[in-house]
């Protein structure tokens, strides 16, 4: 997954492969969920400068996830923050450009000294390295 900064919004373009299917030519859900938590994942990275790990998921399954039709489109967003929880929205846009799932995904986050000096968070520049 390659990640782009787009303003407020953090996007990517993944394409989905068949033995990724739940069902005949939908993506597994759970395989949605983790495409969700990982862009939110990034989002807390790059956009909020610091490291956290997954308090909450939760998303809805809107419509079926094709894995034959092309590529998706997440697009992640900052929600709300409270104290140390960051509340991440993301997309997951069908190759049609409907929707085909969205959620909250919340963060308990570090203080950005904690993420360099404990958890050796790196610089912003080198998430996009390559």
């Known amino acids: 997954m390659q990640f782009v900064e787009d303003g407020e919004f953090l996007t990517c373009e993944w394409e989905p492969r068949g033995f990724l299917a739940g069902y005949n030519n939908v993506l597994h859900g759970g395989i949605q969920a983790t495409l969700m938590d990982e862009i939110a994942a990034w989002f807390i ?26 590529k998706l489109r997440l697009v992640a967003r900052l929600q709300e923050t409270r104290k140390n929880l960051v509340d991440v929205h993301v997309e997951l846009i069908n190759p049609d450009g409907k929707i085909g799932a969205e959620g909250v995904i919340t963060y308990y ?16 520049e080198e998430f996009f390295e390559k």
Do not use: W
């Not at 990275?45 to 996830?65: D, E, F, P």
């Open 45 to 70: 990275q790059v956009k909020m400068k610091t490291a956290g790990v997954t308090s909450s998921i939760n998303i809805r399954l809107k419509r079926s996830v094709p894995v034959k039709e092309g």
């Open 109 to 124: 986050t570090f203080s950005p000294d904690v993420a360099r000096e404990k958890l050796y968070f790196p610089r912003h």
